[in-house]
């Protein structure tokens, strides 16, 4: 039998081993310091919440994204780390528990973050979120809650563990989560959660400084979901003057998945929360103050156009590779599956919006997203169109998506030579000729018998069709033809002299043959798409309008067209439709057949521009523009229904291509800017509103350096000026008559200007407003021509330019105004419609 004194030896070696086993608690993480949280650009938004209303904070490496009544989920980029945050609050000497979420009462939105204020009787609970720019590895985004209260509240943070990667690479049904404690001190008792895969290699770590776990079922347990919670005690004059973060942090590797990396993680994190947070302040006044900016007498439009910019610039995300960022399609919360709104690297959607990126001068997205689409193309020469977050996870190959459009390698085409334009970067076009010159290939040999490029190789631009998908469509036909002009600048630019003319030659030749299959004369419109057998779909639709893009090509049987696109049959008080409510098969809530698509709203506004109508065109620029403050405060929202205004429910509300249509029309179309930078020369044909006595645009990007341009009414002419021109720069017009006077460019400006107001309608609203169907110029005369509901009275600014002159008026009353303009007020008299909701339509002229 052993002694008492060896088994006292016995087990003090046993407690030994035990202390040096038993792992070290972390240090505990402390709650952070108030910083300075509303540093940053100037822009933001403020608005009472609505809790369905959607909002997305962006970076990088992982999102927030919720309804603003603070129910949301969060993504370290591609993992789902959890989802279904809500709030419970009580107060001590106060017995009724508080839910926290319906308390939200407003929004504040900055590109660099975005608050919540929850405010109750007994308290107010700021929610600051954002997603750092320059975030380490294995972080994403983070919340800090700001909490102000009467006396000591505990509030309790629930949610959902998800930690699964975004959609289609497969994950474990449900993490294991474990509460790790730190390290206890007199003020602290937390810890972490640890979210654990069935792998080592993954796992991920949630922490709350000075918040204690609430429910964590034991194993044995019967199979019961409890949401993990974090219970956190605050005491006003103990904790007045702190924030709370809510970090989150991922490990992918063995190295970086264990307790002790995890732990190590939260706490760099933690320690570096002011400083991230100021660093994206700094990243978006930067980059709001360094790329094209513009100041016209509308604030709002202004506004639009910046938040535009950062809503585009929060779509860049770092790619699967890790060897760049590329633009993603949109973002909206998940739900209950794996995948956030589109959230992956879409080609489309990024070509489309690169004409946007150029415009405001960030050449740098532009060669990264072109480099990416390139390291994808396939080995005939195609471009892809969606690669996933986790596409190097799976068998990408065999799913149907990489190479599912054919649209994606004409538009790299054009928008290649769109950044060359601007740019001058020949070294760019030669550097990367080979991947431009395959992507001709493909298209130049994947034509129908009539030469032009065909759905054979993908879809054009819908997905689904009734009565079935077409061969050809115009929509892919119209770029073929921009892209073979494209294509031959990009050939001029690599040396290649002879391919440029047999590129111009073939743009010429498919414009002729355009004109000749899909001109249809009994309709006086174009047709939607062209079978093999020569017959044509003539569905009345918006895709025409997409032959006025880049500016090098134009339809020639318009007129009859554009008064449509205008008009109540596709036209809504909140953008165009896809297709006239006329066609049999319209459904305003289809995704193809009949709602309304901000990317459409943007093509119709450019070519109405283009094509000398910008009356509409500035209806429809504006339409886009007040979208950004309708759904997600910011961002312009992917699709709307077609009869009434408001948006779908699975509509992407964070939308890439939908801010580039604030973007494009407005640059291009309102400001009229052509670019020509191997040339030297810039080309400016602006349709200024009447109501306004002139604008500027800072930082107009052009070749290596930026210019401001302002313009000025100056009697009969606008006078344009430019700074920070390069040594033989020159200006040139459009406009007749435009021309060169000493240091100002004068632009002749029409004796007689109109100009329209545009807002957008209360939610639940149908189409009633005012339609401007065409406006034709004729000698000392401008003809319009209205459409709007009976009972209606339409106003409507009149601008003399020069000299006045006296005007005579038929179809409309002519009265004076305070601001210095006349009114146009227009009657639609009840009496003449034969039905009381009938549309009518009334021919107004003003004679001088």
Do not use: C
């Not at 007498?297 to 910019?309: C, G, K, T, Y």
């Not at 349709?687 to 070749?703: C, E, I, K, M, R």
Request: glycine fraction near 6%; aromatic fraction near 10%; avoid cysteine.
């Amino acid at each position: 039998m052993p002694t008492r004194i060896s088994l006292i030896v016995v087990l003090s070696l046993f407690l030994l081993h035990v202390a040096r086993a038993a792992p070290v608690p972390p240090p505990a993480l402390p709650s952070i310091a108030n910083f300075p949280i509303d540093a940053g650009p100037a822009l933001h938004i403020d608005q009472e919440t609505k809790p369905s209303r959607p909002f997305s904070v962006l970076g990088p490496r992982g999102a927030l994204l919720g309804q603003e009544d603070g129910v949301s989920e969060a993504w370290i980029f591609p993992w789902k780390i959890f989802s279904g945050l809500r709030i419970v609050a009580r107060m001590q000497d106060y017995d009724v528990p508080i839910e926290v979420n319906p308390q939200a009462a407003e929004i504040h939105v900055t590109p660099n973050a975005t608050i919540l204020t929850y405010a109750h009787a007994n308290f107010t609970i700021r929610q600051i979120m954002f997603a750092p720019k320059d975030a380490p590895d294995g972080t994403g985004a983070i919340m800090l809650f700001q909490i102000e209260a009467i006396r000591p509240l505990t509030l309790t943070f629930s949610f959902r563990p998800v930690m699964q990667r975004m959609w289609p690479a497969p994950s474990d049904p449900e993490p294991s989560p474990e509460w790790v404690p730190t390290e206890k001190t007199a003020a602290n008792t937390s810890g972490f959660y640890i979210l654990h895969e069935d792998f080592p290699s993954q796992a991920a770590a949630l922490a709350m400084p000075t918040a204690e776990p609430g429910i964590l079922a034991p194993y044995q347990e019967r199979a019961h979901y409890e949401p993990l919670q974090f219970v956190l005690h605050f005491d006003p004059s103990r904790d007045r003057g702190r924030l709370f973060p809510l970090l989150m942090v991922l490990g992918d590797t063995p190295q970086t998945a264990t307790r002790d990396a995890l732990a190590h993680s939260l706490a760099a994190l933690d320690a570096a929360v002011p400083d991230l947070y100021a660093k994206n302040a700094a990243y978006y006044q930067s980059l709001l103050q360094t790329h094209a900016s513009i100041a016209t007498p509308d604030r709002r439009l202004n506004e639009a156009f910046s938040w535009a910019i950062a809503a585009i610039d929060q779509l860049r995300v770092v790619t699967p590779a890790h060897n760049g960022q590329a633009l993603t399609a949109g973002f909206v919360g998940s739900g209950d599956s794996n995948r956030p709104g589109f959230g992956w690297f879409f080609g489309r959607d990024a070509l489309w919006t690169l004409y946007a990126v150029n415009s405001y001068g960030d050449p740098e997205t532009t060669r990264q997203e072109l480099e990416f689409l390139i390291r994808r193309q396939r080995a005939d020469g195609k471009i892809m169109h969606e690669y996933a977050q986790t596409a190097n996870l799976v068998d990408w190959v065999s799913l149907p998506y990489e190479y599912a459009a054919a649209d994606s390698t004409p538009l790299f085409l054009m928008a290649a030579e769109d950044y060359h334009r601007i740019t001058g970067d020949a070294h760019f076009i030669r550097t990367h000729w080979d991947a431009l010159n395959l992507a001709w290939k493909f298209e130049t040999t994947h034509v129908s018998a009539d030469g032009i490029y065909n759905n054979s190789q993908g879809t054009g631009w819908v997905e689904s069709w009734i009565p079935s998908m077409p061969h050809q469509e115009i929509y892919l036909a119209a770029l073929d033809q921009q892209a073979s002009t494209a294509f031959a600048g990009l050939a001029r630019a690599a040396g290649q002299s002879a391919l440029a003319d047999q590129a111009a030659a073939r743009a010429s030749r498919l414009g002729d043959t355009i004109e000749k299959e899909y001109f249809v004369p009994a309709a006086d419109f174009y047709a939607f798409s062209r079978n093999p057998d020569g017959t044509t779909d003539n569905t009345a639709t918006i895709f025409p309008s997409v032959a006025w893009w880049d500016g090098s090509y134009r339809l020639d049987h318009t007129e009859s067209m554009f008064r449509r696109w205008a008009s109540s049959e596709f036209s809504t008080d909140w953008g165009t439709r896809i297709l006239s409510d006329r066609t049999s098969f319209y459904d305003p809530i289809s995704y193809h057949q009949g709602s309304v698509w901000p990317v459409f709203t943007g093509w119709v506004s450019m070519a109405e521009y283009r094509a000398g109508h910008p009356l509409a065109g500035y209806i429809h620029l504006m339409q886009n523009a007040n979208l950004t403050w309708s759904q997600d405060p910011g961002d312009v929202t992917e699709l709307l229904s077609g009869k009434f205004f408001q948006v779908l429910g699975r509509s992407t509300a964070h939308q890439l291509w939908s801010s580039a249509m604030v973007i494009s029309p407005l640059m291009r179309g309102l400001f009229g800017l052509e670019w020509n930078e191997p040339a030297n020369t810039l080309t400016i044909t602006p349709h200024l509103p009447a109501q306004w006595p002139g604008a500027t645009l800072h930082n107009v990007p052009f070749g290596k350096g930026r210019l401001d341009i302002s313009m000025q009414r100056d009697g009969a002419n606008l006078a344009v000026r430019v700074q920070g021109t390069p040594p033989g720069f020159h200006l040139a017009s459009a406009t007749p008559g435009a021309r060169q006077q000493g240091d100002v460019f004068l632009i002749p400006l029409p004796p007689v200007e109109v100009g329209v107001d545009e807002n957008l309608p209360p939610f639940g609203s149908e189409t009633t407003q005012p339609k401007v169907l065409e406006e034709q110029y004729q000698h000392h005369a401008l003809t319009l021509s209205f459409a709007a509901p009976a009972g209606s009275d339409v106003s409507m600014d009149v601008r003399e330019n020069g000299a006045p002159v006296k005007l005579a008026v038929t179809g409309a009353a002519l009265q004076p105004a305070d601001s210095g303009l006349q009114k146009l007020r227009i009657r639609f008299s009840p009496e003449q419609a034969a039905q009381p909701e009938a549309w009518l339509r009334k021919t107004v002229t003003l004679r001088w």
